[in-house]
């Protein structure tokens, strides 16, 4: 399981690097927002420069170079694109399903990053004010992840019948039940890693799950068009990928006896 886990690092760097070249192709956009994450303005100065900082975020967290600095960055540009593009769309149409799950996507991008960052060993400095301050905003990344795993779950209710359409014929169980079970997977998960009960087993399957759609349901369609003009496929597919890696990297952050929080060794 350890073995498992411990690949959410590279998945999510994988993940990242994609994103980035997805804002490099679609810098010329004629969208009001890049229909690639982070959901940016369509601008494609704005575009390239998102593009080239996923890359070398993506770099860097592959290669462990700056790591901490490099995760807290990116939890930042997550968070607040987020706060400033997203949750105005979010107040404005609470009931649309597809403007908050892209906000929670976002959200759930930025809970890993500070998941991430919080498992590699601090360097403090003099300031221990601003430390402390900056280890309660990294602890606050499992939060994140649990309220938007608990959101997933309920908007596959609110949407069960497009969700049952989506699962393949040939999968055995139909795709009532396996909406049913994917919808109160998420909401047993976010529970699990908001009280801290079970919650490395809770986040090692979220991840599976994740990777298994991946693989089963966005792979197959990706492969069958992948030059096609429409992005959509393309990131809810890395989305899928990178929400596995988050998960992991939240699972490998929790110690598998008390469910409390350990540090990861960085060499």
């Not at 792979?219 to 989305?239: G, K, M, N, Q, T």
Request: overall charge positive.
């Amino acid at each position: 399981m350890d073995k498992i886990v411990a690949q959410g690092r590279i998945i999510f760097a994988i993940a990242v690097a994609a994103f980035g070249i997805e804002n490099l192709i679609c810098a010329h956009s004629t969208h009001k927002f890049l229909p690639v994450i982070p959901w940016i303005p369509s601008y494609p100065w704005l575009a390239y420069l998102t593009g080239v900082a996923f890359l070398a975020a993506a770099v860097c967290i592959a290669a462990r170079f700056h790591l901490r600095w490099t995760a807290v960055l990116l939890g930042v540009v997550f968070l607040a694109c987020d706060l400033l593009l997203q949750l105005p769309q979010v107040l404005a149409a609470p009931l649309d399903v597809g403007i908050r799950t892209t906000a929670f996507e976002t959200l759930t991008m930025c809970s890993a990053s500070l998941v991430l960052a919080a498992s590699v060993p601090a360097k403090f400095t003099n300031l221990k004010r601003w430390d402390g301050v900056l280890n309660k905003f990294l602890a606050s990344g499992r939060y994140f992840f649990a309220i938007s795993a608990i959101v997933f779950g309920i908007d596959h209710y609110i949407v069960f019948g497009l969700i049952v359409s989506l699962v393949p014929r040939w999968i055995p169980g139909g795709g009532w039940f396996w909406a049913n079970v994917t919808a109160l997977a998420f909401v047993a998960a976010g529970v699990s890693i908001a009280f801290r009960w079970m919650d490395r087993l809770a986040a090692t399957l979220l991840g599976v799950m994740f990777l298994l759609w991946f693989l089963v349901l966005h792979l197959p369609r990706v492969v069958s068009y992948p030059r096609s003009h429409d992005p959509d496929e393309w990131s809810s597919a890395f989305i899928a990928l990178a929400v596995c890696g988050a998960s992991w990297i939240l699972a490998a952050s929790l110690d598998e006896n008390s469910g409390r929080e350990k540090l990861q060794k960085v060499k």
